[in-house]
């Protein structure tokens, strides 16, 4: 079915309108457009159950065969290794440019969200700057057509996508996949 997946990966201006302050382990401080980062799986449900309570909608974390659909650029994918082209740099904050001019928050890590190509449907940093939370759990993902879009109905790991700032070039390929326990915070994990 039909479905809407954010343009950008969720600012920290975007967390604190709704939180009402910083995460607890906010890394990269002091950059509002830069993604939150810092948060666990759990947390992130927290600013859903929030966000839907102020704008009556119905906000969730992608499952990870919908985040996939959209960083592979849907129905007008153009086969690309990475979300939006083949050129990484073109396309992600990553371990080889993001320290290059780094200006941005406390820490000089992540960047601002958009700062790189879009890809086939507009959507921003699918590949590098942070890794993404789904909210599938974490199991074997087979190759082809999906017969389980939900993904696993249980686990010990919830899943996360597309890579982040400091690690190589496979991991940040629209196939790329991580994991971890939903109480675990990162600076490398955010969310869209």
């Not at 153009?78 to 992600?92: C, E, H, I, R």
């Not at 057509?145 to 982040?164: I, M």
């Amino acid at each position: 079915g039909d479905y809407y997946i954010g343009t950008y990966e969720v600012t920290q201006a975007q967390w604190r309108k709704v939180m009402g302050s910083n995460p607890l382990e906010l890394y990269n401080k002091g950059c509002d457009q830069c993604p939150v980062e810092g948060v666990s799986w759990n947390d992130v449900q927290a600013f859903l159950k929030k966000l839907n309570s102020k704008t009556g909608k119905r906000y969730r974390l992608p499952t990870e065969a919908e985040w996939e659909y959209a960083a592979r650029g849907g129905n007008k994918s153009k086969g690309y290794l990475y979300a939006g082209g083949n050129d990484l740099n073109a396309v992600a904050w990553n371990d080889d440019n993001y320290k290059d001019g780094n200006t941005y928050g406390a820490q000089k890590t992540t960047r601002p969200v958009g700062g790189k190509a879009q890809n086939e449907l507009g959507v921003f940093d699918m590949s590098g700057n942070v890794w993404e939370w789904c909210s599938d759990w974490l199991g074997p993902y087979p190759d082809g057509a999906q017969t389980n879009p939900k993904g696993p109905g249980s686990g010990e790991y919830r899943v996360l996508r597309g890579g982040s700032l400091d690690l190589g070039y496979g991991t940040k390929r629209a196939a790329g996949r991580n994991g971890d326990v939903a109480t675990h915070r990162s600076p490398n994990w955010g969310f869209r």
